[in-house]
């Protein structure tokens, strides 16, 4: 049991982007989980992945990637602070009659702890969570061109419980040297506690993917949060090694969307493993006076 996890939580929260819990003066906001990398490629690369969409991950990075493909199948488990774990689980395959399809789910919980009464004495525990739910479609709407939207059942958790219906929708345009991304994330109404609304986090996104050669890519996303101020990620990746056996890659970010700048702050390193089909994935964040938090990533392949 950790009586400072919810504290810590909230802060990694405000750090992950401006918006959500840390969107406006009063602390009012809702949902601030969704600002956080689903993935351990994205953090890894300073959460540049809005010209870049891979597989099933794609559905919450920006889902017209799902209709640019590969399908896959993707998993991905993240260490934030004492007992706060996120975990999401992804898929995306594609249709018979076209484009593909995406469905995936986000948890974030927070472990055992201690609740108190109003007169300060123990009251037990409590068990706060986060989760989502989502389901996506994209499609090609003529060569590199894709379009994709997907929408989410959002519920948070402390005492009580509050629900949200959201919305996600993008466009990816470019082809195998340059693409571009656009995305709208988080669409909707206020997540309602009691008689009180609590806005959701929602952002819009730009972002570029180059490769600057076989083994170098770079990318770069322009965030917007409706609550809050734009901040930007950046980030590369550079093929160590290339092989029928196993690749290996390496991946380095920075982004400025974190509050506290105490600290080693905003950076972000990583590498990958694959083959044939199958990734290994490990990134890492700074995270100021919070120190490091730690992202695992497991995808399988549906295609070419």
Known sequence: MKTRALAMAGLIL????????????????????????????GAAMGGAVAGSPRGGMALF???????????????????????????????AAPLRFGGALGVGVQYLQYGSLASLD????????????????????GLALMKDVYLGASGKYIN????????????????????????????????????????????????????VCAHYSETLQWSV??????????????GAEYALARGQAWSLLARAGYNTAALDTRRVNGLSAGFGL?????????????????????HFGLTYGLGK
Not at 118 to 137: E, K, M, V
Not at 285 to 293: C, F, V, W
């Open 14 to 41: 405000c750090a992950a982007a401006r918006g959500g819990l840390c969107a406006n003066e009063a602390g009012t906001g809702a949902a601030a989980f969704l600002n956080l990398p689903v993935d351990a490629r």
């Open 61 to 91: 990075q920006n889902p017209a990637g799902l209709g640019a493909g590969p399908g896959s199948v993707a998993f991905s488990h993240s260490l934030l602070a004492e007992d706060i774990s996120y975990d999401v689980l992804a898929a």
């Open 118 to 137: 109003n007169t300060g004495l123990a009251a037990g525990t409590i068990s706060p969570r986060d989760g989502a739910a989502a389901l996506g479609y």
């Open 156 to 207: 948070s958790k402390i005492t009580g419980s509050a629900s949200a219906l959201a919305l996600d929708a993008g466009l990816l345009i470019g082809g195998e040297e340059l693409s571009v991304g656009l995305a709208a994330q988080n669409l909707g109404r206020p997540m309602k506690f009691r008689d009180e609304g609590a806005p959701l986090p929602a952002n819009y996104r730009a972002g």
């Open 221 to 234: 996303d322009v965030n917007f949060p409706k609550a809050g101020r734009a901040w930007i990620g950046a």
């Open 274 to 294: 694959a083959r044939k089909g199958i990734a290994l994935d490990y990134a890492f964040r700074t995270m100021g006076l919070l120190g490091a938090t730690h």
